[in-house]
């Protein structure tokens, strides 16, 4: 009997666990959602062999909203600047942050992403693509961001990101054999050789 009733106890917590998390989703407001979803949708895209002229991802950690990081980003897009600050977490040692200033949420986060057009993968370098990178960073778990209407600017986009990423020379994501997506194109076989210091 009471197997049984450790047993129910168990299912109940399980079930309460993924009842809040659903919940939480349910509460953010609809530009945090957007937001979310934009850049769940471009990550997933990586995966499914979508984004030209980049190798695709073998994998990406599926990203959730973080409450912390979204009031620091707040705070942030508040003041209706092109200018970094430090963001922090107990739960990682190192955040990473992108910020915009445009018309509409996804016209900038469509900028950030964008930038894949300059990102060279066997190199690892671009001139102007640390948004791109950090938006697929395929070790981010969290994600939390503020938005701002500027007199000036249209708004102001602030997204931090939990753990950063663009540091130690890493590559974003490790990549997925050339026969998963056959029909990519315009995309260097040296891509998809990924060797063991490339590896996240």
């Not at 769940?40 to 950690?61: E, F, H, I, N, T």
């Not at 961001?145 to 602030?158: D, E, H, Q, R, W």
């Amino acid at each position: 009997m009471r197997s049984n009733f450790l047993c129910l106890s168990s299912i109940l917590s399980i079930i309460l666990f993924f009842s809040k998390s659903a919940s939480c989703n349910q509460h953010l407001d609809s530009n945090s959602r957007e937001i979310l979803e934009l850049h769940r949708k471009y990550r997933q895209d990586l995966v499914d062999c979508k984004v030209d002229g980049q190798p695709p991802a073998k994998y990406m950690s599926p990203l959730k909203w973080n409450y912390n990081l979204a009031a620091q980003a707040q705070k942030l897009a508040n003041k209706c600047i092109l200018q970094h600050d430090t963001p922090h977490s107990d739960e990682f040692s190192w955040v990473g942050q992108n910020i915009a200033l445009h018309p509409t949420i996804k016209s900038g986060v469509d900028a950030w992403f964008n930038e894949h057009k300059f990102y060279n993968y066997i190199r690892n370098k671009c001139m102007e693509c640390l948004h791109y990178t950090q938006m697929v960073w395929a070790k981010t778990t969290d994600i939390g961001c503020g938005v701002a209407s500027c007199p000036k600017n249209g708004l102001s986009i602030v997204c931090n990101y939990g753990p950063g990423g663009n540091w130690n020379n890493e590559k974003p994501y490790e990549v997925k054999s050339r026969e998963l997506c056959p029909k990519m194109q315009n995309i260097p076989k040296d891509s998809f050789q990924t060797r063991r210091d490339d590896t996240l």
